[in-house]
Every structure is written in structure tokens, then in C-alpha cells.
């Protein structure tokens, strides 16, 4: 069984209590979301899973948005569809009832995320696509350097890649995500080459993993990576990532065709 929090968050994290400027900082970048549709494909009627506060949901024609939390349907823009309060793994449709499905920065967070990508297969007749972080390569970002304990936490996270094909079954394809400079959609790695963005404490708690470590983490951060920017040290190592266009981390997006 799938537990709740008051809020009604059904992952390892409550957004009743980090959730509150979530939309301000993870608003979606134009260019992930055209990566999105195109691998969704001529899909017309799309479920999306853990949908949070909509983003990317204008990258596709109609969407069925799923979101067991309160706190984050209440952000949802009055121009997207209201979300039905449901979790991942019990999806309250009949098999075959949708062209695509898609869960977006979702997987990670669930209770059981090999039965909800069951659910999203059983509920889908066509592809699955999945937006995640390999875990495989999560420590390879800068922030390694200032708050391991964070990308720890995110490694531990994400569930495998071949163990969410496998859930998926069918044909799938893995490709890596392209993360643009100057990406809306504030995750970590969002912040490749602006490092100044994440000594703003309201950026990194639109981001779950910090929800995952103390304060003393938190000031540590703060205090070598403020250090380092004022010094010159950050911009010897990683300045070059300044100007690069585009960083292709851990970022991939899953697609599952039956």
C-alpha cells in the first residue's frame, strides 16, 4: 500500500512542506519540451504521471495529469487541465485507455516505481517515456565537489536505467537529454555553468535532493562554494562551462514502445 502524506504526497518527499515556490524556479525550457514531443511522437491523448505543476504539458495536444499532491495541484496554471488526485501505483483507468504516457522528474520519488511503470504500461497503448537522471552519472556534475552528500542522496534516488526498462518491457530507447545554458527548468544540473543560481536557498529547495540533508551540508555549500567564486578557484576548473551551450550529463529520457 502506498503511503500519504497529509498533503497527499505519495513519494519520499513531502511536497506540503518544500513545495510552496516549486513553480517559480522549475518552469519548463522550450527546448526539453520539443525533445519531449518528438519522442512522444503523433501521440493525442497522453497520461502524465507525478505531474506535479504541469510543465511540459503544453508540448503535447491533450494530457491527463496525475498528481497526489495538494500542494502542487494548487500551483497548476488555470489554463492546464485540473489533475486527478491519484497515485502511480493505481492508476484509476482502463487498460489501453491512452496513446502515451510520460512522467517527468517523477519515477525517483515513488513509493514502488517498478509497479507504477507497470500501471503506466498497462494504461498506455502505445509509448512510455520516462525523464530521469541516470544514477550512473550523477556524480560526474560539479556539484560533487561542494554538497556530495546531495548527489549521494540523488544517486540512491533514481532507480537504474535497466531496471526501469525492464518494468517497462517491450522495445526501449535511452537517450541522453541536452541541458541548454540558460535552461528554465531549474534542476541541478540546470546550473552547469550559472553556480551563482544555487546559493539561493528558495533555487535548491525546487530541487528534492536538498530537502534530503541537514543544514550544516546547506552551509557548507554556501560557504567553499561562495568562497571559490570569490576567489577564482570555481572559474579556473569549471569556467569553461560558462560559455558551453549546452551540457549533456545525467539527464536521459526513456522511451518504451509495447
Avoid: K
Avoid at 50 to 61: F, K, L, Q, R
Amino acid at each position: 500500500m502506498t503511503t500519504r502524506t497529509e498533503d497527499g504526497s505519495a513519494g519520499d518527499v513531502d511536497y506540503g512542506a518544500i513545495g510552496s515556490g516549486y513553480a517559480s524556479f522549475r518552469r519548463p525550457d522550450a527546448r526539453i519540451a520539443r525533445f519531449i514531443a518528438a519522442t512522444l511522437g503523433d501521440c493525442r491523448t497522453v497520461l502524465n504521471v507525478g505531474a506535479g505543476a504541469g510543465s511540459y504539458e503544453t508540448a503535447v495536444p491533450a494530457v491527463t495529469a496525475v498528481e497526489p499532491s495538494e500542494s502542487m495541484r494548487a500551483q497548476r496554471p488555470a489554463r492546464l487541465a485540473r489533475a486527478i488526485d491519484a497515485v502511480a501505483e493505481d492508476l484509476p483507468f482502463p487498460d489501453g485507455a491512452f496513446d502515451g504516457a510520460m512522467t517527468l522528474f517523477s519515477v525517483h520519488q515513488w513509493s514502488d516505481a517498478g509497479a507504477g511503470l507497470r500501471e503506466m504500461r498497462r494504461v498506455t497503448r502505445g509509448p512510455v517515456v520516462l525523464l530521469t537522471c541516470d544514477p550512473a552519472l550523477v556524480r560526474d556534475f560539479w556539484l560533487y565537489r561542494y554538497a556530495p552528500e546531495v548527489l549521494d542522496t540523488e544517486a540512491r534516488r533514481y532507480p537504474p536505467v535497466d531496471r526501469l526498462t525492464a518494468a517497462l518491457g517491450g522495445t526501449c530507447t535511452v537517450r541522453s537529454v541536452p541541458v541548454p545554458l540558460d535552461c528554465t527548468d531549474g534542476f541541478n544540473e540546470a546550473y552547469y555553468g550559472r553556480p551563482e543560481m544555487l546559493l539561493d536557498p528558495a533555487a535548491r529547495q525546487a530541487c528534492s535532493a536538498w530537502s534530503f540533508v541537514d543544514d550544516r551540508v546547506r552551509e557548507h555549500f554556501d560557504a567553499t562554494l561562495r568562497r571559490d567564486l570569490a576567489s577564482g578557484a570555481w572559474d579556473r576548473e569549471f569556467g569553461h562551462l560558462r560559455g558551453q551551450p549546452a551540457y549533456e550529463g545525467a539527464l536521459v529520457i526513456v522511451r518504451a514502445t509495447p
